[in-house]
């Protein structure tokens, strides 16, 4: 009896002394130091990537104009309004005139003076010719009638001096017409320069476009070359992308981009680099390009949107690819931790060229058919044991 | 010989085992406590050892930019890359937030990262999936413990950043885990002001007659544009080649280029030392307190487990059982009460740590000091029980 009492109570102290034991083996080995790290792995692959090139940048007219009075003045009217299409020619804007047109109104009557006076210059140079003619009879009919002492000495000598001052009267008349109508040219240089400021003072539109701005109302006084109104040529939109000058190499003319606006969500439109700029913004560190839609979206998109560019780089030729989560950088060398034989060794890796889906190409370094770490649930230290696993939310947990 | 002790433990071992289970429970509470007080000095820690930084240069006289605010224009790092021995110099922005998740919100450290590679200060160490930050913006690397996934949505601000990576530990000072968005998205999410107040700017500056003068046409944009810039950083993370002098480059950066610059040391100093000081010391004033109450409960257990049977001993000693057999049993009763209180404490606080929202770490060298405190404890507790066992009257075996 005594026996079985003992063997059960020893049973009972097992089954609970066992486990705990278990669980505490349990604890020891898989937390703290000794604990292996989860992680995941992969070989690395032989493959061509497309390196890419995400820049972001703004809705912009290729060709804007900015149309404003070239002298100081007063808007009179305006006759168009934001978003209207207007065609090259058309009246936009008026500027007041102020004082032109009555200025215009005094040259006319100048001109008219001037005329008046032609007219009497013409008729004082007919009286001055029948005055001469006259004179030059008399003083013939005096010259025969001298011949035979029919008149005295001084009747003739006063008929050829009257002869004399009706030439001189004839020629002053003469002049007085030339002068009348050079009076008259002037008045109507004048008049044409008041007309040619006066249609100055309409602005019209340069091309075929759509007003972008309206920026005064009538009334509003602008200095010389200040905008009325703003006008873009709505067919030229492009973006002007910037691109981190870290990320930017290859960007060059003619390579094919993916538009995305920020107001279309995840759509994207098809364009093209149109140039890419000689100046560089040295601020930002950033290039800067343009590039072009190739269909222009409808409807348009607003002028200054938001806008990312992906420009998409030619295939490179295949060479082993690991993904950039794996290439970590340990004492300040970069390398990945290659998995052999259940422990990982760091081994410094150089890297090529990369794609915006996160692969790197391995330059020196791996081999094909490596296996990797690529990720961890902790940071990995060459003593590091570790369990590969395959599921992810394991290093999660 | 038989083992009396051993002989009376599986007497009434129930008791016995339960007792221990009991105070391991509190063992563990204790040991937990620990934890909490290390996880908070690793937080620190793993900040700037997830930064990759050997030196932190900050606004003039600051204590930046963990502890303190600090900005500093986004071109200083250019100068700093000329000083001989610096290998990387890259700018990073923190900015602690609530970040937008569904309905809720998480409360996370926004790091702005500087575009590059691996090499570059401020990038996540590692990650635990997805990818690294490819595009230049509105790409985000989240720590796991925000909740985030791959592929969700992040909003900060104005804009919207698509979980490309996952990586752990990532961790701000208080514990709070990071999101890393490139660094022109976070000067904006930092600098930039809410398009309300931007609005408000524009007419506020508009009214201004000062900018805002009838002879001088884009004065006024010029103005406008110059405020909504926003070229500054909150540190440059700085990283030495090796063989140069640390504390010299920093002393030449803080002597030529008027900035303050922290060493790893010194910043380790400022976060643990300062950042964390009060709220460690009210976790130590805690975990004191625990010690003295589990040494005291240990105390009280061995002391009435031992009264308990005061009548066996009392016969013990009338069959003439030496004392030193007697305290020996006492003794060992108490160790092994220990060990299973022990054991017991460090299973608890193994399974509990992870369920806590800020990290707890159960180091091996607190787990060994503890285990030693343990035994030395009940060692101690025992001594009081076996005086009393000692002092015992054989004639109370057969008395009333």
């Not at chain 1, 476009?209 to 009325?228: F, K, L």
């Not at chain 2, 433990?9 to 040991?31: A, D, E, Q």
């Not at chain 2, 140069?244 to 910043?267: F, G, H, N, S």
């Not at chain 2, 009060?278 to 004033?285: E, N, P, R, V, W």
Request: charged residues 20%; aromatic residues 6%.
């Amino acid at each position: 009896m005594k026996l079985p009492l003992l063997r059960r109570r020893t049973l009972i102290l097992l089954a609970v002394a066992i486990p705990i034991a278990a669980l505490f083996g349990y604890v020891v080995l898989r937390s703290g130091p000794l604990a292996p790290v989860a992680v995941m792995t992969a070989h690395v692959e032989s493959r061509s990537i497309s390196p890419a090139l995400f820049g972001i940048g703004t809705v912009e007219a290729r060709f804007s104009y900015k149309i404003g009075p070239t002298i100081a003045g007063r808007i009179s009217k305006i006759l168009v309004d934001v978003g209207e299409k207007v065609r090259a020619g058309q009246v936009l804007a008026e500027m007041d005139p102020v004082d032109l047109n009555e200025r215009i109104a005094a040259l006319d009557a100048a001109i008219r003076r001037a005329e008046a006076s032609i007219k009497a210059a013409e008729a004082q140079v007919d009286d001055a010719m029948a005055r001469k003619d006259y004179a030059q009879t008399q003083a013939k009919r005096y010259e025969q009638l001298w011949k035979t002492r029919s008149v005295s000495e001084v009747a003739i000598e006063t008929k050829r001096q009257d002869s004399q001052v009706a030439f001189a009267t004839l020629a002053a008349a003469h002049s007085n017409l030339v002068a009348a109508q050079q009076d008259l040219q002037r008045n109507q240089a004048d008049r044409d320069g008041l007309i040619k400021q006066r249609e100055n003072l309409v602005l019209c539109a340069p091309v075929d476009g759509v007003i972008a701005a309206r920026n005064a109302e009538p009334g509003t006084t602008m200095v010389a070359g200040q905008a009325v109104i703003d006008m873009i040529d709505p067919n030229n939109l492009w973006i002007n992308a910037r691109f981190d000058q870290i990320a930017a190499m290859g960007l060059r003319k003619g390579l094919s981009a993916q538009i995305m606006l920020r107001s279309r969500g995840r759509t994207s439109i098809p364009g093209r680099v149109f140039r890419v700029e000689v100046l560089a913004d040295s601020v930002t560190e950033e290039n800067l390009a343009k590039v072009g839609f190739g269909v222009l979206p409808d409807p348009l998109p607003p002028i200054g949107e938001l806008a990312e560019a992906t420009i998409v780089l030619p295939e490179l030729p295949a060479t082993p690819a690991i993904p950039n989560a794996a290439v970590q950088n340990v004492g300040g060398k970069v390398g990945v931790w290659k998995v052999g034989g259940g422990k990982v060794e760091f081994v410094p890796v150089h890297t090529g060229a990369s794609d915006l889906d996160g692969t790197v190409q391995i330059v020196k370094g791996l081999q094909v058919g490596d296996e990797i770490v690529v990720y961890s649930a902790s940071r990995l230290a060459g003593t590091s044991r570790i369990r590969v696993t395959g599921d992810p939310a394991e290093l999660l947990k | 010989m038989i083992s009396l002790a051993g002989r009376d433990i599986l007497h009434s071992w129930g008791k016995f085992v339960f007792t221990g289970i009991g105070l391991g429970l509190l063992i563990g509470v204790t040991f937990t406590m620990a934890g909490v007080y290390r996880g908070m000095v690793d937080d620190g820690k793993v900040l700037l050892d997830n930064s990759g930084a050997d030196m932190w240069v900050v606004q003039q006289k600051t204590l930046g930019p963990y502890a303190e605010s600090s900005n500093i224009n986004d071109d200083v790092y250019r100068m700093i890359l000329t000083i001989p021995g610096v290998e990387r110099a890259a700018n990073a922005t923190y900015l602690t937030m609530q970040v937008r998740k569904g309905d809720t919100d998480v409360r996370a450290m926004v790091v702005g990262v500087a575009t590059g590679d691996i090499r570059t200060p401020g990038w996540p160490p590692f990650l635990a999936a997805g990818r690294q930050i490819t595009r230049g913006h509105y790409e985000a690397v989240a720590d796991a413990a925000t909740g985030f996934a791959l592929g969700d949505t992040i909003a900060i601000r104005r804009n919207r950043y698509t979980v490309v990576g996952l990586t752990r530990r990532a961790v701000s000072s208080s514990g709070d885990p990071m999101v890393f968005i490139p660094l022109k998205d976070a000067q904006e999410a930092q600098f930039i002001k809410d398009n309300d107040s931007i609005v408000r700017q524009r007419r506020r500056t508009a009214e201004n007659s000062d900018f805002n003068r009838p002879g001088v046409p884009g004065l006024l944009d010029a103005v406008i544009a110059s405020q909504n810039s926003n070229p500054y950083v909150n540190a440059v993370l700085v990283r030495i080649r090796p063989g140069y002098d640390p504390e010299r480059i920093a002393a030449d950066i803080a002597r030529w280029k008027r900035l303050t610059v922290y060493t790893r040391p010194q910043m380790e100093e400022i976060l643990v030392g300062k950042l964390i000081a009060t709220s460690a010391k009210q976790i130590g004033m805690f975990l004191a307190i625990l010690a003295i109450v589990s040494a005291a409960i240990v105390a009280f257990i061995i002391y009435t487990l031992t009264m308990d049977k005061i009548r066996e001993i009392a016969v013990l000693k009338l069959i003439g059982t030496r004392n030193r057999t007697i305290a020996s049993m006492i003794l060992q009763q108490a160790v092994v009460l220990g060990l299973i209180g022990f054991v017991v404490g460090k299973i608890t606080a193994t399974f509990a740590a992870p369920l806590f929202p800020k990290f707890v770490l159960l180091l091996s060298e607190d787990t060994m000091i503890g285990l030693v405190a343990i035994i030395v404890i009940c060692a101690l507790a025992s001594v009081v029980a076996i005086r009393m066992a000692l002092k015992v009257d054989p004639a109370e075996a057969i008395g009333g």
